[in-house]
């Protein structure tokens, strides 16, 4: 069975560290904590897991902080986990499994990464992440925030989920802080650090400076199309935010320039023809986000309720309000089985349109 070393930075975390470590003890083969700088009872809750218990100065960087933790593990694999990360027990078993089954080959596991939930508990938003590496030496963090590790060699997919229970507020303005200074330093910006500089801004309501950030990121060629597509969806909200409509309609159909319709661009399609009272044209795009394709391994941001329930809403809501009334009615049946069980029905047959 393969060893694995669960590397993390912690600080401030005396609400959550428990709780994420009692999910995953009895399942790794050693816990290493660097922690950047707590004034809580962190360290003192990590000492009851593991000896291995650092300080790592903190350096507006969180990738040379996962890879300080790194640099002290020891095992054959090495993992990562925030402090508000679970592994769920129902999954516990399947892990050990995976453990067992892991060739020596393999250089990155891929775990799902459930990190918004419904009032039922199911997940609203997921994707994967780069989650286990080989521990040898050639697979490290890069990126001052929204830290990643290249895939490279042998990557296996697990659909072994992790779940993101936030116990405590994040600091909202510490992601743009660090890209700020990242600009004041002269640093230069790659596809992946304005594309999230982007999102930072957007979220941040600087939603002219954002677009521009979000418009040279989708001028890059060596970006990622994933991150193009999600990209052109936030310059479309910056395009509404300044009340330039057009333009934001221009960057949703930019998206489907770059790849296959995701049903993320066709719900956005339909809800800009449906505000504006065009309901066949709404109409179209939210049948199409009911017959979008899902790539879970993808490595995008996946909006689960677009793939099922909020197209089927939407769709009743303007079969509704066009008088088509059996039609609406379907949509509305079709949403509630959605509900019940999370995710469109196998087989299901759409209304027809008219």
């Not at 903190?58 to 002290?72: C, I, L, M, T, V």
């Not at 393999?106 to 080989?134: K, L, N, S």
Request: aromatic letters at 12%; hydrophobic letters at 35%; proline letters at 3%.
């Amino acid at each position: 069975m393969a060893s694995v070393s669960l590397c993390m930075i912690v600080r401030d975390e005396e609400a959550s560290l428990g709780r994420c470590l009692d999910s995953v003890c009895r399942l790794v083969d050693e816990i290493v904590l660097a922690d950047t700088g707590s004034s809580d009872r962190t360290k003192e809750i990590g000492l009851q897991y593991t000896k291995a218990v650092y300080d790592c100065p903190w350096e507006d960087d969180f990738s040379a902080a996962r890879n300080y933790a790194f640099s002290k593990a020891s095992c054959q694999y090495w993992m990562w986990m925030d402090a508000d990360d679970v592994l769920p027990e129902a999954y516990q078993k399947a892990f050990l499994e995976m453990k067992g089954r892991l060739r020596e080959d393999t250089d990155i596991v891929m775990m799902p990464y459930h990190t918004a939930f419904d009032g039922e508990g199911r997940p609203t938003f997921t994707y994967f992440r780069e989650r286990i590496v080989r521990g040898n030496g050639a697979h490290w963090f890069q990126g001052r925030v929204h830290e990643a590790i290249p895939l490279e060699g042998r990557v296996q997919y697990v659909d072994i989920p992790l779940e993101h229970r936030r116990v405590k507020e994040a600091d909202s303005g510490r992601n743009l802080r660090i890209y700020r200074r990242m600009q004041e330093e002269g640093e230069a910006f790659g596809p992946r650090e304005l594309y999230y500089f982007g999102r930072e801004l957007y979220y941040h309501g600087q939603y002219q400076e954002a677009a521009e950030v979000l418009e040279e990121h989708l001028g890059r060629r060596d970006a990622w199309v994933e991150n193009q597509i999600d990209a052109t969806r936030i310059l479309a909200y910056c395009r509404y935010a300044l009340g330039e409509e057009e333009q934001a309609l221009g960057a949703l159909l930019w998206g489907l320039s770059l790849d296959v319709p995701r049903a993320e661009t066709c719900c956005g399609l339909g809800r800009h023809f449906l505000d504006r009272g065009r309901l066949s044209q709404a109409q179209y795009w939210f049948r199409q986000a009911l017959q979008a394709g899902k790539n879970p391994r993808s490595g995008a941001f996946i909006q689960e309720e677009c793939y099922g329930l909020y197209p089927a809403m939407a769709l009743a809501d303007c079969c509704q309000r066009m008088g088509e009334l059996r039609e609406a009615e379907r949509y509305r049946q079709l949403a509630a089985q959605i509900r019940e069980g999370g995710t469109l029905p196998a087989g299901s047959s759409l209304p027809d349109s008219g």
